[in-house]
């Protein structure tokens, strides 16, 4: 009988040590090499595209869902792709755009929600830190693939540039920068 007891009470212990353990949610490195933030700025005679690199960041995962994260985009990094690239990444990173020599070279961007629409397909809420100005911006991600060591998401979404006082060319350049995200990170 003291057998039979002393079974039922170490099962009911282990039960309960479990029932009140929380599994953490997983974090994973955003992987700054891969990772960038396309963007494609227009204007009356045409338009220009580029890119910025990640400079650092991590993403919460919990039961194969992102549920957060944050990240530092690497403005001194910015790539112009088309034929005005020399003049243009000058431009950039001067007092009309940027403004590196006051406002330093990074935005951030920390999540502050995440609703799945669909199950490849999440609303994305969170604030954007650039130029100083920290601001709302949302948007839908599409999440390509994610398992337990990886993740890749990208998004696209149009972001007014006049939020964060960057307001050269205003009736000449467009206000709308068109923003696309490709994000991998991994544990």
Do not use: C
Not at 16 to 37: E, L, M, P, Q, R
Not at 49 to 75: E, N
Not at 138 to 144: E, H, K, L, P
């Amino acid at each position: 009988m003291k057998k039979v007891f002393l079974a039922v009470a170490l099962v009911a212990s282990t039960v309960g040590i479990y029932s009140f353990t929380t599994k953490v949610a997983d974090t994973f490195a955003v992987n700054t090499t891969t990772s960038k933030v396309d963007f494609t700025g227009s204007k009356k005679s045409g338009y220009h595209q580029g890119h910025f690199s990640l400079k650092s960041g991590s993403v919460t995962v919990d039961a194969g869902k992102i549920t957060g994260g944050s990240f530092v985009i690497d403005l001194a990094s910015v790539k112009i792709t088309d034929d005005a690239a020399p003049k243009l990444e000058g431009h950039l990173k001067a007092p009309d755009f940027f403004d590196f020599s006051i406002k330093g070279t990074e935005a951030t961007y920390t999540i502050a929600s995440v609703k799945y629409t669909s199950a490849d397909k999440a609303e994305i809420d969170g604030s954007l830190t650039l130029k100083g100005i920290t601001a709302p911006v949302t948007f839908v991600a599409s999440i390509r693939g994610i398992d337990a060591t990886k993740l890749f998401a990208e998004a696209t979404f149009s972001l007014d540039r006049t939020v964060f006082g960057i307001n050269y060319g205003i009736g000449s350049v467009a206000n709308d920068v068109q923003v696309t995200v490709h994000l991998f990170a991994s544990k």
